[in-house]
């Protein structure tokens, strides 16, 4: 078994919701480094068949991992970038889940060796991409990427990502509430101040997460994904998007690329 800073204690979660056909969200938090602060973040749950994919991994309390484990077993945890990894050790040693990542990214538990998503997927139907922005000579090991995924071949198709696209503003009728658990008041006021207050692309990601003077890769990034196939989409934090996901894309275009 790992050690123990690599599986911390849950801190908390909402229900599991459906998003859509085989595709559940739930909404957890994650301790910053200052007392009394959490953020609120999202796992996404897939299901292909009676097995089930983890992305963005929550720890969860007791009751609500049983409710999980009704939806099928725990097969798959997809790591989409570097950054949302704490939980992922819990359920790769507690359910034998395969770990996916690709090449350029390391768990900071040596014990998880993923397999390439880039050359093989969980899933069928699933497409990867790998975010140019967040590319980084700098620090080899960064990495963001995002997956579409149709539960079937003749189904709209489910975006899932991390940081690049949250939902942070307010709700309208294209929004899904995960109805997590709330963030501390403290963690909501330096979100506001770090940009997590608009649906799209937060300030933050481009201060944390991006490359410096990455704004000519991140429109490449955005036409990658918005010419992939999909309408909803789940992500890291916030509100999901239960359709209409590309209308965000193109106000992330406007806000951040104007000159486009």
């Not at 969860?60 to 049983?66: G, K, M, S």
């Not at 790998?130 to 000579?137: D, G, R």
Request: proline share 7%; glycine share 8%; hydrophobic share 40%.
């Amino acid at each position: 078994m790992s050690d123990a800073k690599f599986v911390p204690p849950p801190l908390g979660n909402g229900p599991l919701k459906a998003l859509c056909e085989n595709v559940w969200v739930v909404g957890g938090l994650f301790k910053l480094p200052l007392p009394f602060t959490c953020i609120t973040r999202n796992m996404i749950v897939l299901r292909e068949k009676d097995e089930l994919a983890l992305v963005g991994c929550v720890r969860l309390d007791e009751a609500t991992e049983a409710e999980l484990l009704k939806l099928g077993k725990i097969v798959h945890v997809i790591a989409l970038c570097h950054s949302h990894g704490c939980d992922d050790t819990y359920y790769v040693e507690k359910f034998g889940a395969t770990y996916w990542n690709n090449a350029r990214m390391k768990h900071p538990n040596e014990n998880l060796k993923g397999k390439n998503f880039m050359e093989s997927t969980p899933f069928q139907n699933m497409q990867f991409y790998e975010l140019l922005c967040v590319i980084n000579p700098a620090k080899p090991t960064n990495s963001e990427n995002v997956l579409v995924w149709k539960p079937r071949a003749d189904s709209p198709g489910i975006l899932v990502c991390m940081d690049i696209l949250q939902g942070e503003g307010p709700p309208n009728e294209d929004t899904f509430d995960c109805e997590g658990a709330p963030a501390t008041m403290l963690a909501k006021v330096i979100s506001y101040f770090m940009g997590f207050t608009i649906h799209g692309t937060p300030g933050v990601f481009f201060s944390l997460v991006a490359r410096p003077n990455c704004m000519e890769d991140y429109g490449k990034d955005l036409d990658a994904i918005e010419a992939m196939d999909f309408d909803m989409a789940a992500v890291g934090h916030g509100l999901c998007f239960s359709r209409n996901a590309k209308k965000i894309i193109e106000q992330m275009r406007q806000k951040h690329l104007p000159a486009a």
